[in-house]
């Protein structure tokens, strides 16, 4: 069984982007970092780059978190690792990642929307995830619900999440497609979360993941919701609050 399905005494800890809070985001330094912090697993974003590898980074630029510039597609994976993704990190490989903390920490791959640009991505990753034999430990994410209707008829067996927030188009916030997508977890905006919401969602046999919960006050409000693991950018921080909640 996936890890992600088992029952849990408390919200999972998630390091959102790894520490980020900490350290370089979607860095492995933030990964090691989120582990001897005591997370249970982390969250990362995935994209192709041109010569063909999933690669770990959230942005289709290369500007904001690296010293590179350009779309992340223009760039193959041996000119990927010249530049400093910060305190001289380089933007990893999914295998690089699984390689380093996979045994350790449970994964949440959130699959950046496809474009033309990004043809066979979700495939791509599937083969990472079987080859590193990772199936039992990733839940794959993403806020294109067709996204997650493709990776469900490519890998029925890792479990998936549709990702939303306020500020999206109705369809999108309301996930009007998920009667059409087979998935097992929601990802709202840590703000939709309410007890109601969190019940009327359990009644359809679904989970609640919620993002991205850096303040105190708002993680002690979603773990009293019930929801299942919680996503932010400093798991020592979560952890000490839910230790004092108990």
């Not at 088992?6 to 370089?24: M, N, Y």
């Not at 249970?40 to 999933?54: A, H, K, N, P, Q």
């Not at 709202?188 to 009644?203: C, D, F, K, N, Q």
């Not at 019930?226 to 609050?241: C, F, N, T």
Request: with cysteine; aromatic share 6%.
């Amino acid at each position: 069984m996936n890890q992600w399905l088992e029952s849990h005494t408390r919200p999972l800890i998630i390091g959102h982007r790894g520490a980020s809070a900490h350290a370089p985001e979607n860095t492995l330094a933030a990964f090691r970092l989120a582990h001897e912090q005591g997370a249970d697993g982390i969250e990362l974003d995935v994209t192709r780059c041109l010569s063909g590898e999933v690669v770990v980074i959230h942005d289709d630029t290369l500007d904001r978190t690296t010293n590179g510039e350009g779309n992340v597609t223009e760039w193959s994976l041996a000119e990927l690792r010249t530049l400093n993704a910060g305190n001289g990190q380089r933007i990893p490989t999914l295998d690089e990642v699984f390689e380093t903390v996979g045994r350790d920490l449970l994964i949440n791959v959130e699959v950046k929307n496809p474009t033309t640009s990004h043809s066979g991505l979700e495939a791509a990753v599937v083969e990472v995830v079987r080859r590193n034999n990772m199936t039992g430990r990733v839940l794959f994410s993403c806020f294109n619900p067709l996204v997650v209707r493709k990776l469900a008829i490519l890998a029925p067996e890792i479990p998936r999440a549709i990702l939303y927030s306020p500020d999206l188009p109705i369809y999108l916030r309301d996930v009007w497609l998920a009667p059409f997508v087979p998935h097992q977890f929601r990802h709202p905006e840590h703000s939709m979360v309410t007890l109601e919401y969190v019940r009327y969602l359990g009644r359809q046999k679904l989970r609640v993941n919620t993002w991205t919960l850096n303040n105190p006050a708002d993680i002690t409000r979603v773990a009293a919701c019930g929801v299942s693991a919680i996503i932010g950018d400093s798991p020592k921080m979560m952890r000490e609050v839910l230790a004092v909640r108990g």
